[in-house]
């Protein structure tokens, strides 16, 4: 789940559901901590980046995410109940009422902070570095950086599910110390 806490300064507002939206720069979904607890699975955040273009029935977000139809129906079950799908439509076929949903974002706005706590067994790799950045790079490099995590959450992927947590912010001076002055002299 692209997933930004509410600090004090917010980043760049972007939306990870896809390149158009991204474009659009539409803002992220407030979600309550009832609605937080409801994404944390990666299944369910693949059922929203599925949600997200055209509405689909449950059979046919199966069909997309190779899982079974009663499993997917659940999940999708729940997420409407805590309304982060919408039901768009309903259609009769073959006796069957057919129910479209669509998700109401991919990227969410949560209140509350939270991190992950890996064992250090768990832990497969923590990056720390300092960039330099413009405004105008700081908004590119963070949807850059929306662009790759909804790449990688829209996948149909197997294996064991990991955490992914990015926390950027600007750094203040620890002790800003004088640059030197190029234009003098050097002394020999």
């Keep these: 789940m692209s997933q930004s806490a509410d600090p004090g300064q917010s980043p760049p507002e972007t939306t990870a559901s896809s390149k158009s939206h991204l474009e ?4 992220p979904l407030k979600v309550t901590p009832e609605q937080d ?3 944390e699975s990666a299944l369910r955040i693949k059922i929203m980046h599925t949600l997200s273009g055209e509405p689909l029935t449950s059979k046919q ?6 899982k079974t139809p009663g499993n997917i129906h659940y999940h999708i079950i729940k997420l409407y109940e805590g309304g982060l799908l919408e039901l768009v439509r309903t259609e009769a076929a073959g006796g ?8 109401k974002g991919t990227m969410f706005r949560s209140e509350q902070l939270s991190s992950f706590h890996f064992r250090k067994e768990d832990q ?7 960039l330099t950045l413009s405004p105008p790079e700081l908004a590119k490099f963070h949807q850059e950086m929306l662009e790759l995590i909804t790449a990688w959450e829209s996948k149909v992927t197997a294996g064991d599910e990991y955490g992914v947590e990015i ?4 750094l203040q001076p620890a002790d ?3 640059e030197p002055d190029t234009d003098a002299e050097v002394q020999e």
Excluded: C, W
Aim: a positive charge; proline letters at 6%; aromatic letters at 8%.
């Design 61 to 66: 977000v199966a069909g997309k995410l190779n």
């Design 167 to 170: 926390v950027m912010g600007r």
């Design 124 to 130: 497969v790799e923590h990056f720390i570095t300092r």
């Design 176 to 178: 800003p110390a004088p």
């Design 24 to 27: 659009d720069n539409v803002q």
């Design 37 to 39: 607890k409801l994404l």
């Design 96 to 103: 069957i009422i057919q129910k479209f949903y669509r998700s």
